[in-house]
């Protein structure tokens, strides 16, 4: 156990499912640091696949283990809240009764694991909310509406037991107010921690090609189909589209390709287990069709970092276009690599894209989308101009060492409180 400020600690980190996306980047990110400032570290997860995963969880800095992947992920494409809560729930009960006490455990996405873990009265609990669950779910039918109630109390119940609760943007901190109105009446204010990104894995460009770049996983929150339409509407026929799934002195702009195509490439997680990925795809392409793009549109479902960061190089800029995303990763990533973005003027983006300065926000319509598009097309070098100021702003406000010093003070504070249970 810790007993003085700066103490090495024994902490456990639980997570759902350990694959490719924002919220297991902010988790493999937490467990990175908090091993850098010399404490032991070990991540808990129902699923762990060592094809599909960041490389961070393979190179034995903390240690990674697997319960319950023999459950289902949901009974028919249905129940997949019941079967996330059974996953987290038989994790959760394996770091009981397997494993000695740990000074603290970090939990997320799923609030229910927090009351068991809580056994152990020597342990504390800190969860982190990347969004009321509640309002990712869909209410379409009453019987929907009914499974969900149970489920929608539990996640507000649960969630107030944490010894300390972290958000990840100032948005949803205000949502998570408004949505768990009895624990806002409480007291309870949760804390903003920024999710980070390594910006020491991205060089500076030696190319710019007229391409344009998006990152999402493949779902339909995440509104892809909004670049493809905004891309179809831009004036220049030789345009491309990709889609893929995830100093103060100005650069130098070495290179200009323009006897190149235009790309619109898309990078995106995807994971066939789930039916909505594959059906999004398979949409987004049928849109790509019917707009006339599909000769150039380029799809990308199982891209490795080192690609994910040469397309990010090559790119002109980033298109961002999931509305009232409660943080959103990809603009940091981004803009760490020297790359402006545009992105919906609402949610996460406005915390992390400066207007006019590291990108553009847009109202969520594909003619916002492409007139911020066509300013790079009628003038690229903006792209690099745009990109400095971008990579400086991250490196000084969203660096992987701020976030890491600022939880590491949060775990440690927690553990040596007796009383305090949340912080402003």
């Known amino acids: 156990m810790a007993n003085k400020k700066g103490s090495k600690m024994n902490i456990a980190i639980i997570h759902p499912d350990l694959g490719i996306g924002g919220a297991e980047r902010l988790i493999v990110d937490a467990a990175v640091e ?113 499974y969900r109630k149970p489920i929608n109390f539990l996640e507000e119940l649960t969630t107030g037991m944490a010894d300390l609760i972290l958000v990840n943007s100032n948005f949803t901190k205000s949502t998570f107010a408004a949505t768990f109105k009895r ?117 990308i479902t199982s891209c490795p970092t080192s690609e994910r960061n040469t397309l990010l190089s090559e790119c002109l800029c980033v298109i961002y276009t999931p509305k009232d995303e409660h943080f959103g990763i990809v603009p940091l990533e981004a803009m760490a690599a020297h790359k402006p973005v545009i992105a919906c003027n609402s949610g996460g983006p406005i915390e992390t894209v400066i207007d006019g300065k590291t990108g553009f926000l847009c109202d969520p319509t594909p003619q916002g989308f492409s007139s911020a598009m066509a300013k790079f097309l009628e003038n690229p070098r903006l792209a690099e101009t745009m990109g400095a100021k971008a990579r400086a702003h991250v490196s000084g406000t969203f660096s992987t060492k701020t976030f890491g010093e600022r939880l590491n003070q949060y775990l440690v504070d927690v553990v040596l409180s007796k009383s305090k249970r949340h912080v402003e």
Do not use: W
């Open 34 to 146: 908090l091993a850098s400032h010399g404490h032991n570290v070990h991540i808990f997860t129902s699923h762990h696949d060592r094809n599909r995963c960041f490389e961070e969880t393979l190179s034995g800095t903390f240690a990674v283990t697997v319960y319950g992947s023999f459950l289902p992920r949901h009974i028919f494409y249905r129940l997949h809240a019941v079967c996330a809560y059974l996953r987290c729930i038989f994790v959760a009960l394996c770091v009981l009764f397997n494993f000695p006490s740990f000074d603290i455990i970090l939990a997320d996405q799923v609030s229910v694991v927090i009351p068991i873990l809580k056994l152990r009265k020597s342990t504390k609990v800190v969860f982190y909310c990347h969004f009321p669950d509640l309002l990712l779910a869909k209410y379409t039918t009453l019987l929907r509406r009914i």
């Open 183 to 299: 624990l806002d009446a409480q007291g309870v204010k949760p804390a903003v921690l920024y999710p980070a990104v390594n910006v020491d894995q991205f060089s500076e460009p030696n190319a710019y090609k007229l391409n344009f770049l998006s990152i999402n996983r493949f779902e339909k929150k995440k509104n892809i189909d909004l670049a493809i339409s905004a891309f179809a509407m831009l004036p220049s026929p030789d345009v491309t589209l990709t889609i893929a799934g995830k100093s103060t002195q100005p650069i130098r702009f070495l290179h200009l390709s323009t006897n190149l195509s235009h790309f619109y490439l898309f990078l995106g997680g995807f994971d066939e287990r789930l039916r909505e990925n594959v059906d999004y795809l398979d949409q987004l392409k049928v849109l790509a069709e019917i707009k006339g793009v599909s000769n150039k549109v380029k799809f």
